[in-house]
């Protein structure tokens, strides 16, 4: 079974500062993929970023880049240049492999980021 | 449509009744999600469809959860004789082709209150 795991319940930046927020998954397939989630106030989910289990650079989306860590399992989402507007819930997902059922994304218990002036 | 678009945005049952959610999505994409968010939790995955044909139903949580989609187009997801552990956030997402790299277009949701 596929699990997600997000650490950081809430998180404080500070404007213009970066910030890294944490994801470490847990699957025993080899094709994968990786997203990254905000959901703002507001309650709709905006994806972010995609990182898939074989590519070999780390993706990045404009301020939003993911370091992906694939012998430590971990897919952190860095946010640069941080702004009042990315104040927001931050979900890390995963999908499992094509084959297989794979296309479900399992989520993780979110980050609630803040950016403070 | 432009996004994908789920009503009625706020569900609010007595218990024991049946509901009707219901999901549009974009125009022209094939698999269809439905997911359960409960406060302060990520979405956890209920069921998808390719076209008409459910192709995975293992997160509906019991019996009373069922889903459609008829046409191959808009999804209906009912609950049968409602409790309140139903109460959350329903959300429907699409995406052009099964397990995209692209992530999925989420609906803004119906909230559900079962009272």
């Known amino acids: 079974a596929q699990k997600i795991t997000q650490t950081q319940p809430g998180m404080f930046v500070q404007e213009k500062e970066a910030v890294t927020l944490d994801c470490t998954y847990d699957?025993?397939?080899?094709?994968?993929?990786l997203f990254w989630y905000k959901q703002p106030s507001s309650g709709e989910m905006i994806f972010l970023i995609y990182?898939?289990?074989?590519?070999?650079q780390n993706a990045t989306e404009g301020r939003y880049s993911l370091n992906f860590q694939k012998a430590r399992k971990s897919a952190n989402l860095v946010i640069s240049a941080s702004q009042l507007g990315d104040s927001a819930m931050y979900f890390c997902?995963?999908?499992?492999?094509?084959?297989?059922?794979?296309?479900?994304?399992?989520f993780g218990t979110g980050t609630q980021l803040k950016v403070e002036l | 449509g432009a996004g994908v678009s789920q009503s009625p945005r706020y569900k609010v049952t007595k218990r024991g009744q049946d509901v009707a959610l219901r999901c549009d999505p974009i125009?022209?994409?094939?698999?269809l999600y439905w997911y359960r968010q409960a406060l302060g939790q990520g979405p956890e995955f209920l069921t998808y469809?390719?076209?008409?044909?459910?192709?995975?139903k293992s997160g509906l949580p019991n019996d009373r959860f069922s889903a459609e989609r008829p046409e191959g187009s808009i999804s209906t997801l009912t609950i049968q004789r409602t409790e309140q552990r139903d109460s959350a956030m329903y959300r429907c997402?699409?995406?052009?082709?099964?397990?995209?790299?692209?992530?999925?277009?989420f609906g803004s949701g119906t909230r559900l209150t079962v009272v």
């Open positions: 469809f390719n076209y008409e044909a459910q192709q995975d």
């Open positions: 125009s022209g994409h094939v698999s």
């Open positions: 997402a699409s995406s052009l082709v099964g397990g995209t790299n692209y992530g999925y277009t």
């Open positions: 699957t025993s397939d080899q094709s994968y993929g």
């Open positions: 997902a995963m999908r499992g492999p094509f084959t297989g059922g794979g296309n479900k994304l399992t």
């Open positions: 990182q898939g289990s074989y590519d070999e």
